[in-house]
Structure formats: C-alpha cells, structure tokens
C-alpha cells in the first residue's frame, strides 16, 4: 500500500542553522499536506502543495513539491528556538498518510 | 468560529477495562471525522474515519472501535484495553469542500 517516508527522525540544529525535512512517497501523490506538531500539542496544519515542481513560502518556511509528486521537503532558514516541535507530511487527502514525523530541536 | 473538543484530556485504565474517548465539533455540519494515534515520539496512525452519521471505516483492526451516533460527534470505544493501547489519540474534522484536518488537543491514554 501507499506510504509515506519522512527523514531524517531527528535534527538538531543551533540557532540560526537551517533545517529540511524531506518526504518521499512510494506512488504519485495528487497533494501534500505539512503539519507542525509542538512538544505535547497536537498537529496543527501548515500549507497544502497540489501542483508539480510548486514552491511555496511562509516567512522563513519554503516548502517543495517534487516535479513527480513523489517527494516533497519543507526548509527553513535560521532556525529559532520557536521552531522546536515536530514536523510531519501527509497526503494525499483522499486518502490520508502521515509521515513518521521529523523532530526538530533548537539549541538557543 | 468551528472549535473541536476531546475529553478525558488524560486517561490511566488498567488493562481489560473498557474505554470510551469522545470528540466533539463545534460551528459546522456534516465534516469528515477522523481518529487518530500516536504513540510517545512517533507518527499518527489513522484508526477510523467518517463521512458521515453511522458510516465508520477502519484502517487497523485492532480491539478499538469507533461511533458516528450524531453528525457533530465521534466516539471510539475499546471492551478490554490492552498494554499497547497506550498512546496519545488524536480526533480531526475536515470541513465539507475542504482538505485541511484540524485536530483536537488529544486524550493521552496509559494503560497499566
């Protein structure tokens, strides 16, 4: 069945590093969701990519969708300590996957 | 506003007790409704979800089970709890025409 592959599981980083977390999936996907998960929080969601090859931006947040739809990587340039949590892809929406999640830390 | 509520926030069960977790959504009508799992460090697992009142699809059969009894309402449910029940469930609602899943704050269940 379809799966959704995340890495790394761990990062950390010091501040002002960046970060990425990529996704690769094993079967084209028609969309893919990021989600940030805070320490003891819940998922909360983030940005949807559709198309192929899309780039989109949120501040210091860049998140790709690969040209095949196949893979997918959300960067971010100088961490700061509020970046701390958990990130997760997940798609398509049809037929939801999460990624086993990549767990930033941040040391000030 | 549309507002999604879970309780127990925190569960400690012993092992063969039932379990009954429920979630409720405020401010909208007829979402998609979603169950979820996470054990400590790791990714969600999707247990159930609906389209609609009374309509469950499972993706894990396991000894959990989940009810759709009112449009706004989702529940999931367990006769005997075992060890490896243990872990942070999560209910999402995805609003009609939308694809964005918005999650509760979570019950974090221990089974001892």
């Known amino acids: 069945g379809q799966q959704v592959m995340q890495i790394p599981q761990y990062q950390h980083v010091q501040e002002g590093e960046d970060f990425t977390t990529y996704c690769n999936s094993s079967t084209t996907l028609s969309n893919i969701q990021w989600y940030k998960q805070r320490p003891g929080g819940h998922p909360v969601f983030l940005i949807q990519l559709v198309k192929s090859g899309e780039v989109k931006k949120q501040k210091r947040l860049t998140f790709q969708f690969g040209e095949a739809k196949k893979n997918s990587s959300l960067h971010i340039t100088a961490t700061q300590t509020t970046d701390v949590g958990t990130y997760f892809c997940?798609?398509?929406?049809?037929?939801?996957?999460f990624g086993a999640g990549t767990r930033l830390t941040v040391k000030p | 506003s549309q507002t999604i509520h879970q309780w127990p926030a925190t569960l400690v069960q012993p092992v063969g007790s039932p379990l009954s977790l429920e979630c409720t959504v405020e401010g909208t009508s007829n979402p998609n409704l979603y169950w979820y799992r996470q054990a400590a460090g790791r990714g969600l697992q999707l247990l159930f979800y609906?389209?609609?009142?009374?309509?469950i699809s499972s993706e894990v059969p396991q000894n959990l089970s989940a009810s759709r009894p009112q449009d706004r309402q989702f529940i999931l449910s367990s006769k005997k709890l075992l060890l490896s029940d243990s872990g942070f469930y999560l209910c999402a609602w995805v609003p009609s025409g939308s694809h964005t899943q918005y999650f509760g704050p979570g019950t974090r269940l221990t089974v001892l």
């Open positions: 609906s389209v609609g009142i009374g309509q």
């Open positions: 997940a798609g398509p929406w049809e037929n939801m996957r």
